[in-house]
């Protein structure tokens, strides 16, 4: 798979402070998760690989690219939408992205047909010719967003997307990154505070903790692995049922007398379960994916007593786990 | 990314000469600089002084009018206005100021609402370098400047070489001391007006710092000139104040004197100093973030 950032010991000094510690790594995803807490070191990454700020030492690649030696090249790659408010005073909307679209080597002619079409995309068609500074929180968002991907990146960095945004105008920014996760056509970081748009928008997750890699967790694999550790609540005779399932490779326990935990082996499915159940005369009440949500991940991340650089490897859970990590 | 696909598609077209990227800054500036009505009037104004030497050029070349003069005010026949390095020096001063007061006016726009609005991380996170930004915003005070400064002037050097047989012979020098004295003072302005921008990012206040640095540096110069002990044959507290220190080249480009002055080798010194200080303090402040220690 196409490394999309390798970090190879990349530090970080900026006003006397270690910010970013020796941070290895390849990201592969299509988008790439990066959480931590405030001051964890998520922008600066960024803002490291955008190259705003030198590295004190090792480096970074993005597809590939030295972020040192080849930094122009890099930006060339890349998309930004950054967390602060950020907009050129004085230009209507379409002004403003088609100036960006410039700045990045677009033609004229194209960079103002490409950012008519950004406009839209991001849902402003009908406020392109408005002053930027007159729009909403919202609005400036979804404009910030439009310039960050007018000139047709192959990676974007998402610095807190959702920031201020109210439900409605969050929701519409969720559903725009998993467009723009699902169309395939470019990779995304999205760095936030927020697990939950996080897990919603990545198949990755870098989680940061003092300018070192936390945790790093393969989203899609982690879901494909929650849907193999099911609770099971039956009404009937269990013993039968268990012995059954237990034949198939299935690993199974009872904690109660109607209350059962299995992990699910390759190649089986839940209709299985249902098959057995029904040939035993077995009613399945309840069928529940035990899942092992990312704030698990992160809250062990965050706990002081983890060691930093723990790479999750997604492995199939025994019924002890009770998938947690 | 098609309007009515509304859905996202890289962008594999063709992209332009990455040398004459900064020209697209000034492309959008230039039309947010003329957008107010105030400085394009004041621009426009920056034109009559030419305009008026160019008429006085023509009369003064004209026999018709010169009989007509001499009949007017009994002048004698051997009565004859020659235009020469003080004519030129004159004009030079005028369109100098007025170059610093269009300065004034249109540097703090540049740059001072880019920094306010967090807009550099915008350039910088893309193919484009701090020098390409800083580039294409100076070159927007550069071509303003020029179209006041020697383009006119040296447009009224020709006029009058070409009234004149062997003017241009004889006062050749001129036309370098437009080119070099035009030349280092509109540097000088763009650069100071520059760093004040991208320092002080209020605009009103920007154009005020400006104003005020000019013309304070200027009577503090004369002041201490003034004082008793320090009235002496040269005055060196000029070099502080860039009006004194170009003043001081020009009367040595158009071999021109008007009381003392410093050398013209000092006042060249100064204003490169200048420049070196202004470029310093946009290399602290052209940045996409600032680490704040």
């Given at each position: 798979?196409?490394?999309?950032?390798?970090?190879?010991?990349?530090?970080?000094?900026?006003?006397?402070?270690?910010i970013?510690?020796?941070?290895?790594?390849?990201?592969?995803?299509?988008?790439?998760?990066?959480?931590?807490?405030?001051?964890?070191?998520?922008?600066?990454?960024?803002?490291?690989?955008?190259?705003?700020?030198?590295?004190?030492?090792?480096?970074?690649?993005?597809?590939?690219?030295?972020?040192?030696?080849?930094?122009?090249?890099?930006?060339?790659?890349?998309?930004?939408?950054?967390?602060r408010?950020?907009?050129?005073?004085?230009?209507?909307?379409?002004?403003?992205?088609?100036?960006?679209?410039?700045?990045?080597?677009?033609?004229?002619?194209?960079?103002?047909?490409?950012?008519?079409?950004?406009?839209?995309?991001?849902?402003?068609?009908?406020?392109?010719?408005?002053?930027?500074?007159?729009?909403?929180?919202?609005?400036?968002?979804?404009?910030?967003?439009?310039?960050?991907?007018?000139?047709?990146?192959?990676?974007?960095?998402?610095?807190?997307?959702?920031?201020?945004?109210?439900?409605?105008a969050?929701?519409?920014?969720?559903?725009?990154?998993?467009?723009?996760?699902?169309?395939?056509?470019?990779?995304?970081?999205?760095?936030?505070?927020?697990?939950?748009?996080?897990?919603?928008?990545?198949?990755?997750?870098?989680?940061?903790?003092?300018?070192q890699?936390?945790?790093?967790?393969?989203?899609?694999?982690?879901?494909?692995?929650?849907?193999?550790?099911?609770?099971?609540?039956i009404?009937?005779?269990?013993?039968?049922?268990?012995?059954?399932?237990?034949?198939?490779?299935?690993e199974?326990?009872?904690?109660?007398?109607?209350?059962?935990?299995?992990?699910?082996q390759?190649?089986?499915?839940?209709?299985?379960?249902?098959?057995?159940?029904?040939?035993?005369?077995?009613?399945?009440?309840?069928?529940?994916?035990?899942?092992?949500?990312?704030?698990?991940?992160?809250?062990?991340?965050?706990?002081?007593?983890?060691?930093?650089?723990?790479?999750?490897?997604?492995?199939?859970?025994t019924?002890?786990?009770?998938?947690?990590? | 990314?098609?309007?009515?696909?509304?859905?996202?598609?890289?962008?594999?077209?063709?992209?332009?000469?990455?040398?004459?990227?900064?020209?697209?800054?000034?492309?959008?500036?230039?039309?947010?600089?003329?957008?107010?009505?105030?400085?394009?009037?004041?621009?426009?104004?920056?034109?009559?002084?030419?305009?008026?030497?160019?008429?006085?050029?023509?009369?003064?070349?004209?026999?018709?009018?010169?009989?007509?003069?001499?009949?007017?005010?009994?002048?004698?026949?051997?009565?004859?206005?020659?235009?020469?390095g003080?004519?030129?020096?004159?004009?030079?001063s005028?369109?100098?100021?007025?170059?610093?007061?269009?300065?004034?006016?249109?540097?703090?726009?540049?740059?001072?609402?880019?920094?306010?609005?967090?807009?550099?991380?915008?350039?910088?996170?893309?193919?484009?370098?701090?020098?390409?930004?800083?580039?294409?915003?100076?070159?927007?005070?550069?071509?303003?400047?020029?179209?006041?400064?020697?383009?006119?002037?040296?447009?009224?050097?020709?006029?009058?070489?070409?009234?004149?047989?062997?003017?241009?012979?004889?006062?050749?020098?001129?036309?370098?001391?437009?080119?070099?004295?035009?030349?280092?003072?509109?540097?000088?302005?763009?650069?100071?007006?520059?760093?004040?921008?991208?320092?002080?990012?209020w605009?009103?206040?920007?154009?005020?710092?400006?104003?005020?640095?000019?013309?304070?540096?200027?009577?503090?110069?004369?002041?201490?000139?003034?004082?008793?002990?320090?009235?002496?044959?040269?005055?060196?507290?000029?070099?502080?104040?860039?009006?004194?220190?170009?003043?001081?080249?020009?009367?040595?480009?158009?071999?021109?004197?008007?009381?003392?002055?410093?050398?013209?080798?000092?006042?060249?010194?100064?204003?490169?100093?200048?420049?070196?200080?202004c470029?310093?303090?946009?290399?602290?402040?052209?940045?996409?973030?600032?680490?704040?220690?």
């Open positions: 798979m196409e490394s999309v950032i390798e970090l190879d010991a990349l530090s970080v000094r900026l006003g006397g402070r270690d970013l510690k020796a941070l290895d790594g390849k990201l592969t995803g299509r988008a790439i998760g990066l959480l931590g807490p405030n001051g964890a070191g998520k922008t600066t990454l960024l803002h490291t690989l955008l190259g705003f700020h030198p590295a004190s030492s090792g480096t970074a690649r993005v597809f590939g690219h030295d972020i040192r030696s080849e930094a122009r090249v890099v930006r060339g790659l890349l998309g930004y939408m950054p967390e408010d950020a907009f050129i005073a004085g230009m209507t909307g379409v002004h403003f992205v088609r100036l960006m679209a410039e700045i990045s080597g677009l033609p004229s002619r194209e960079a103002l047909e490409r950012s008519h079409e950004a406009m839209f995309y991001v849902g402003l068609g009908e406020a392109r010719y408005r002053k930027v500074e007159s729009y909403s929180m919202g609005m400036k968002q979804l404009a910030k967003l439009a310039q960050g991907l007018v000139h047709g990146p192959r990676l974007l960095f998402l610095d807190e997307p959702t920031n201020g945004l109210d439900p409605p969050r929701r519409r920014m969720l559903k725009l990154i998993r467009d723009l996760r699902e169309g395939g056509e470019t990779h995304l970081i999205f760095s936030s505070h927020l697990l939950r748009d996080v897990e919603e928008c990545c198949d990755e997750v870098l989680i940061l903790r003092d300018g890699v936390a945790a790093y967790c393969d989203l899609e694999q982690e879901r494909r692995a929650n849907k193999k550790f099911l609770e099971l609540e009404r009937g005779e269990a013993a039968p049922f268990m012995s059954s399932v237990s034949a198939l490779g299935v199974c326990a009872q904690h109660s007398p109607r209350r059962l935990k299995m992990v699910l390759n190649g089986m499915e839940v209709s299985d379960l249902y098959r057995i159940a029904s040939e035993q005369r077995i009613q399945l009440r309840q069928v529940t994916y035990k899942q092992d949500s990312l704030e698990d991940i992160f809250l062990k991340a965050m706990d002081p007593g983890a060691d930093v650089g723990e790479t999750r490897q997604p492995s199939p859970r019924g002890d786990d009770h998938g947690r990590l | 990314m098609a309007v009515y696909e509304h859905t996202y598609r890289r962008y594999s077209g063709p992209r332009t000469d990455p040398r004459s990227r900064f020209l697209v800054i000034p492309k959008y500036a230039t039309k947010e600089v003329f957008r107010s009505k105030l400085f394009l009037a004041f621009f426009v104004l920056c034109f009559l002084v030419p305009l008026g030497a160019a008429v006085a050029i023509w009369f003064l070349n004209n026999s018709t009018f010169l009989e007509y003069f001499r009949a007017l005010f009994r002048t004698g026949e051997d009565f004859r206005l020659t235009l020469g003080g004519f030129f020096f004159t004009l030079m005028i369109q100098g100021i007025l170059a610093m007061l269009l300065t004034i006016v249109a540097a703090p726009a540049l740059m001072a609402a880019d920094l306010r609005n967090n807009a550099l991380p915008l350039y910088l996170s893309r193919p484009f370098s701090r020098t390409e930004y800083v580039l294409g915003k100076i070159v927007i005070l550069l071509a303003l400047l020029s179209a006041i400064t020697w383009i006119p002037l040296c447009f009224l050097f020709l006029f009058q070489g070409s009234q004149v047989s062997g003017w241009i012979g004889e006062y050749g020098w001129i036309g370098w001391s437009l080119l070099v004295g035009s030349g280092l003072w509109i540097v000088v302005l763009s650069m100071v007006g520059l760093a004040v921008s991208a320092t002080v990012r605009k009103p206040i920007a154009s005020l710092t400006l104003f005020g640095f000019y013309f304070f540096s200027w009577s503090l110069a004369k002041m201490v000139y003034g004082l008793p002990g320090f009235r002496q044959a040269t005055p060196w507290a000029d070099v502080f104040s860039p009006i004194s220190s170009m003043l001081a080249v020009w009367q040595s480009l158009f071999r021109e004197s008007f009381g003392p002055s410093i050398p013209a080798w000092a006042g060249v010194a100064a204003l490169l100093a200048l420049c070196g200080v470029l310093i303090q946009l290399g602290r402040k052209v940045r996409a973030y600032e680490v704040i220690k």
